[in-house]
C-alpha cells in the first residue's frame, strides 16, 4: 500500500515554543489530508482537513491560530503547534488520501510540552 | 455531522474464542473502513467496505456492511493474542466526502 511519514515521531519541546510536524506522502500524490490528535485511551479526533493549495477546513473547537496548517505541495502537509502549551501534549496523526477513496496514515507524533 | 458509534468500548476474550465489534452510524455510510491500532502508534487498514451487503475477509477477520449502509461488523474468528489492540471504524459522511471521521474505538484484549 501507498506510504505516508509522519516526522518527528516523538518531540518534548518547552511551553511557550512552536513546533512543526511533517506529514509526507512517499508514493503517491495526496489531494486531501488530515489531522487528528488522539487523548490516552481515546479515539482520533479530526483537527482539520486540508486539500492542496488552499485553506484548511478547521472542526469546531479547534484553534487555527493555534494549530496551523499548510498543504504546500501534493506531497506535505505540515501541522505547526504554536505557542505550545503542557495542555497541547498528545498524539497527533496525519492521514492522506490520493486519487482513490482511502486514506493512508502516518505513523503518529507524540508530543510532550514541559 | 457524521457520527460513528462503536459497540462495545471494551472486549475481554479468551484465547480462541469469536468475537464482533459493531459499528453504527447516524447517517448514510460511503465507504467504511476497519483501522486496527496499539495505542500510540500509527493505524494499520483492515478493510474497506463501500456497497450494502459487501462482506471481505483477510485471515481471520471478516467484516460485512449491511445493506441499509448504516451498520458494519467486524468479527474474529479463534482469535489470538496478536489480535489484541484498538480497532476503529471510520468513514466519510456523504460519496467522495473529504471528512474522515472515526468511532470511538473497541479496546480487545486477548486473555491466554
Known amino acids: 500500500g501507498a506510504v505516508v511519514s509522519q516526522h518527528p515521531s516523538w518531540v518534548i519541546c518547552k511551553s511557550g515554543t512552536s513546533v512543526k510536524i511533517e506529514c509526507r506522502s512517499l508514493d503517491f500524490q495526496a489531494t486531501t489530508m488530515f489531522w487528528y490528535r488522539q487523548f490516552p485511551k481515546q479515539s482520533l479526533m479530526l483537527m482539520a482537513t486540508?486539500?492542496?493549495?488552499?485553506?484548511?477546513?478547521?472542526e469546531q473547537g479547534v484553534e487555527k491560530d493555534k494549530f496551523l496548517i499548510n498543504h504546500a505541495s501534493l506531497t506535505l502537509s505540515t501541522l505547526t503547534v504554536t505557542s505550545a502549551h503542557p495542555e497541547d501534549s498528545s498524539f497527533y496523526i496525519c492521514?492522506?488520501?490520493?486519487?482513490?477513496?482511502?486514506?493512508?496514515f502516518g505513523q503518529g507524533t507524540r508530543l510532550t510540552v514541559v | 455531522s457524521q457520527e460513528l458509534e462503536q459497540s462495545p468500548q471494551s472486549l475481554i476474550v479468551q484465547e480462541g474464542k469469536n468475537l464482533t465489534i459493531n459499528c453504527t452510524s447516524s447517517?448514510?455510510?460511503?465507504?467504511l473502513y476497519w483501522y486496527k491500532q496499539k495505542y500510540g502508534e500509527g493505524l494499520i487498514f483492515l478493510m474497506m467496505l463501500q456497497k450494502g451487503g459487501e462482506e471481505k475477509s483477510h485471515e481471520k477477520i471478516t467484516a460485512k456492511l449491511d445493506e441499509k449502509k448504516q451498520q458494519s461488523s467486524l468479527h474474529i474468528t479463534a482469535s489470538q493474542p496478536s489480535h489484541a489492540g484498538i480497532y476503529l471504524c471510520g468513514a466519510g459522511s456523504l460519496q467522495g466526502a473529504q471528512k474522515l471521521v472515526f468511532g470511538q474505538g473497541t479496546r480487545l484484549t486477548i486473555n491466554p
Open positions: 492521514s492522506a488520501r490520493g486519487s482513490w477513496n482511502r486514506a493512508f
Open positions: 447517517k448514510t455510510l460511503y465507504g
Open positions: 486540508s486539500n492542496e493549495g488552499s485553506k484548511a477546513t478547521y
